[in-house]
């Protein structure tokens, strides 16, 4: 999933703010509710990816992306690969969440498949050639790929 976070409702309160869509705001609370059955209402694969504008709570005083990933727990989602901080939305940003999303959906470990991406990245970073003219949002920044744990 890689979206913006927003709130349906402007509170503050983690379980009323979550995914922004065109339509409106899944949130957290959207994904931990059980059907009468106690299954997920919303039933999510083994892994999945929330690459979010706020990450797992760590830089957001609301700890509402940790709220989501827990939620993707509770919803049948086994691994969860999160950021723990403002992740900045860059062109170079979405093309590495397009590649983390290709490394987690191999048949490795996911957090093998993450450390795998990360290392790439740095190599990434270590080799790119910066100079004044160079933009911001063409760089492999750590502040992009270094932000990226797996919630089990």
């Known amino acids: 999933m890689r979206s913006h976070l927003g709130s349906s409702s402007g509170a503050p309160y983690i379980a009323d703010r979550g995914i922004l869509f065109s339509d409106g ?5 959207d994904l931990a509710m059980t059907a009468p059955s ?19 709570g760590a830089g957001d ?10 939620a993707c727990r509770l919803a049948g989602s086994a691994e969860v690969v999160t950021s723990v901080f403002d992740v900045p939305d860059t062109s170079w940003g979405c093309d590495f969440d397009r590649r983390l ?10 957090a093998s498949a993450l ?26 920044h750590p502040l992009i790929w270094a932000s990226f744990v797996v919630v089990y």
């Open 101 to 110: 999303a290709e490394a987690v959906s191999r048949p490795e470990p996911v």
């Open 115 to 140: 450390r795998r991406l990360q290392l790439e990245c740095l190599h990434e970073w270590r080799r790119a050639d910066v100079d004044d003219s160079t933009e911001w949002d063409q760089l492999p």
């Open 61 to 70: 005083s609301s700890g509402l992306a940790l709220g989501l990933a827990a």
């Open 25 to 29: 705001v899944f949130g957290a609370r």
């Open 38 to 56: 106690g299954k997920p209402r919303t039933a999510l694969p083994p892994r999945t990816v929330l690459a979010l504008c706020s990450g797992a």
